[in-house]
């Protein structure tokens, strides 16, 4: 006797074999496989096929059940032996709940309404199949499900078919409205092609569902192919938990942590979960397979081990998928041109272009873009030219390659200097009306730039310093002023950047003097952009040239060398006005208004500045008019008139956040929180307080509004701590007159024993910087409550 069960030498077992096939062959399953995931031997289910068993075994009958994914009361008739032959259809195969693709399953049915043949084309494990059998069972008709395998041939296909809708033949199909979900075409493509193509023939009224790796349109006429994308991630800004919770990558996570976890994951690790999708860029494999460590491992854990080496993730069963080979898979239909581009595109880290692409691959780029695309290798996201990306895994598969094939550092270095010429032209942009458009395409470029210097600084300096040397004003107003003045310094003082060219050395220079005197310590670099200056005046760099005089004319001011200072911004402004550079006499003209500040002459700068707002309107740099409004509102308050200040520098306060320029931000809310101070608004000061409170840069400001405020109350020794903190905190930064300031101040309610010596600082200061007593601290100095 068999160990399975009796032969049957009358073929009575026929029905059942018969019905054992078709079922084998509606899930794409061929003898060997469906033995193997069955726990059987091949032979034995040769047997069972061939009609040559009377009465199968429980056992086998449950362990067929189970890898053929029969449910309800298919699996129970198979179970109980009363089925004989294939249902009118079979019924589609159960998957876990679809989460997060509600919109693309409504979009597909409408879709199918219009068209007879759609293909949901994308990355292997983006969950195509999982959309597609979500479709098919909210279809109002008939649906039916038949899997490709990698042996299929035509007639294999035309069999499962037959066999689903419950028919001998292919031949007996009955044409009537119908969903048929082909799954994995791309595994047998011609076979699967050719079958297509008969189907659609012979059965016109079935529409066709298929899933694939690669595109059919252009393949099969008529088709209409819809790309499948990562389910949709959290924004990195944090929000909250319940927010989190219903984003579709998140929730999908959740969902599938919960079947190895009974407990809920608490609302304070929300975030973590966030983070590791992000990392896992929404794609469905890999979240269900990071989901299913969570039986062993944390949250925090799972972050560690795989945030950074996302293609290790598989499954925990050791024969299950694991997601290199789901990527690999993908990367295989590729010829071995397409392969090198793609492994040249992994270089970039964030979104690029076309024109990008092309400047990195060295050619035309659009075929080899179009194929990525459509394999779902490359993903193309929001508008502009900047919608290019590759998935953070194919990234990673692609980058394992380039170091298999031993091109990584070569591509690497072409990748740097492809980021370079390209910072170096918008660089020009970073001024004048075409600034915002220039920040906002470096702000998309931003994690490739920071990878190009990070690898450059070290491999290729010249390449990072003529990069670093590029960007200063985008540095500056993104508030990274400190880090890359600190790079630029480390390239300059780097031997092997001695040799190269002397302008792209004096550029940088010029850029590590700007950068310097955003943070207070332009003083260090002061000396090196002069000598920078020379090289740039030699060279006939007018652009260079203007650059190093506002930069010197600016440090010269904060330090004290007043005639310096308004030399630079004179020569600055005559050759402003030869070139015929509006904006930049815009600059220069209110540097000079600097120096009738310093003089007293406050009518002069005024009327200075408001000339100077009318070139920056007339250049269309509105960074600069927002610099001109908040001196203008600094030369109301410096003269008493508080609510003519306090409206300028709401509205400096307010266009300076729009052109996101966070130094003269900080200005311009000193300016208004101490006009408040000192005008008897108290609350509102308080409130400019809180607001300055964020702000790196302002504890200067802080600390003179904070001074202005204990002086309107009365409180003298807390108005002098404040006062003397401020003096401390603004020495040496843009404007040695706000020194001077906060010394008239501290004198004013400094103790008698304190009192001479900061007098004696305040005509030191005064000395040095030719600077002269406005009335204001006059009248401070020569209070009767001192």
């Known amino acids: 006797m068999s160990p399975v069960a009796d032969h049957d030498p009358r073929g009575a077992g026929a029905g059942f074999a018969a019905a054992l096939r078709t079922r084998r062959l509606a899930r794409g399953l061929t003898q060997e496989e469906l033995a193997a995931r069955a726990g059987l031997g091949v032979r034995t289910l040769r047997e069972l096929e061939r009609g040559r068993v009377v009465r199968p075994q429980r056992g086998t009958l449950a362990l067929l059940a189970d890898a053929l994914d029969l449910v309800g009361t298919d699996r129970e008739d198979f179970l109980t032996g009363t089925v004989t032959a294939a249902p009118a259809t079979l019924p589609l195969p159960t998957a876990p709940a679809l989460i997060g693709r509600d919109a693309d399953v409504a979009e597909l049915l409408d879709l199918l309404a219009h068209a007879d043949l759609v293909a949901l084309v994308g990355l292997a494990g ?14 109002s008709g008939t649906a039916v499900s038949v899997t490709i395998t990698d042996v299929s041939q035509p007639t294999d296909v035309f069999a499962a078919v037959a066999a689903v809708f419950g028919v001998a033949r292919a031949e007996e199909l009955p ?3 119908a969903l048929l979900v082909l799954d994995g075409i791309d595994r047998s493509h011609r076979s699967a092609v050719k079958a297509i193509g008969w189907l659609r023939a012979r059965v016109p009224s079935v529409k066709i569902l298929a899933t694939s790796r690669r595109p059919l349109a252009g393949a099969v006429p008529g088709a209409v192919d819809w790309q499948v994308g990562p389910l949709e991630l959290p924004p990195s800004a944090p929000g909250s938990a319940a927010d989190a919770r219903r984003v579709p990558a998140v929730a999908l996570f959740l969902d599938r942590l919960r079947q190895v976890r009974r407990e809920p994951v608490p609302d304070a690790e929300i975030p973590a979960v966030a983070e ?27 972050l560690s081990r795989y945030g950074n080496r996302v293609l290790d993730l598989a499954a925990t069963d050791p024969a299950g998928q694991r997601l290199r080979d ?28 076309l024109e990008l692409a092309e400047a990195l691959l060295g050619f035309n780029a659009e075929a080899v873009l179009d194929r990525l695309v459509g394999l779902g290798l490359v993903s193309v996201r929001g508008p502009g030219d900047l919608r290019f990306r590759l998935l953070d895994v194919v990234r990673d598969f692609a980058t394992e390659r380039c170091v298999e094939h031993l091109e990584l ?67 500056r107003l993104r508030g990274r002023d400190v880090e890359a003045h600190n790079l630029l310094r480390r390239l300059l003082d780097d031997p092997r950047t001695a040799g190269c060219d002397p302008l792209i050395r004096a550029t940088a220079q010029v850029a590590a003097g700007m950068l310097a005197m955003a943070h207070g310590r332009g003083f260090a670099e002061l000396w090196p952009t002069e000598a920078a200056l020379e090289v740039l005046v030699a060279h006939g760099d007018a652009a260079g040239e203007l650059a190093a005089r506002g930069v010197l004319s600016g440090v010269w001011q904060a330090v004290g060398g007043a005639d310096e200072s308004r030399r630079h911004a004179e020569a600055m402004l005559g050759l402003a006005i030869r070139t015929g550079r509006i904006r930049e006499i815009a600059v220069s003209q209110n540097n000079l208004a600097w120096h009738d500040i310093r003089t007293g002459d406050l009518a002069t700068a005024a009327r200075r500045l408001a000339g100077a707002g009318r070139r920056a309107a007339e250049a269309g740099d509105a960074r600069v008019q927002a610099l001109t409004q908040a001196n203008l509102a600094e030369v109301a308050r410096l003269d008493r008139r508080f609510d003519e200040a306090v409206d300028l520098a709401r509205r400096a306060a307010f266009a300076s956040a729009e052109v996101g320029d966070p130094t003269h931000h900080v200005r311009a809310l000193g300016t208004l929180g101490q006009a408040l101070a000192e005008s008897g608004r108290p609350q509102e000061a308080a409130d400019v307080l809180v607001e300055l409170a964020e702000l790196p840069g302002s504890a200067g400001f802080t600390a003179m509004i904070g001074g202005y405020l204990a002086l309107a109350r009365g409180d003298r020794p807390a108005a002098a701590v404040a006062f003397e903190s401020a003096a401390n905190l603004l020495a040496g930064r843009d404007d040695i007159r706000d020194v001077l300031e906060a010394l008239a101040a501290l004198a004013a309610c400094a103790a008698p024993d304190d009192r001479e010596r900061v007098l004696g600082e305040l005509a030191g ?17 020569e209070s009767p409550e001192r």
């Open 175 to 177: 044409d009537r409205p």
């Open 765 to 781: 200061i005064r000395a040095r910087g030719g600077l002269a007593l406005l009335p204001r601290e006059h009248a401070l100095l």
């Open 409 to 475: 550092r070569g591509l690497r270095i072409r990748h740097a200097e492809v980021i370079t010429r390209l910072a170096v032209r918008l660089a020009t942009d970073l001024v004048g009306p075409a600034s915002g458009a220039a920040v906002s395409r470096l702000d998309y470029l931003n994690s490739d730039i920071r990878t190009a210097l990070r690898y450059a600084a070290v491999r290729e300096p010249v390449i990072a310093l003529r990069l670093a040397g590029a960007i200063p004003r985008w540095c």
């Open 276 to 302: 590791l999708v992000r990392r896992l860029d929404g794609l469905p494999l890999a979240i269900e397979l990071a989901a299913a460590r969570g039986r062993v491992l944390e949250l925090p854990e799972l």
């Open 126 to 139: 983006v969950g195509k199949t999982g959309l597609a059998h979500a479709v098919a069972h909210a279809t």
């Open 326 to 353: 789901a990527v690999a898979a993908s990367y295989h239909l590729l010829d071995e041109p397409e392969q090198a581009a793609l492994r040249r595109l992994a270089m970039f880290r964030g979104r690029w272009s």
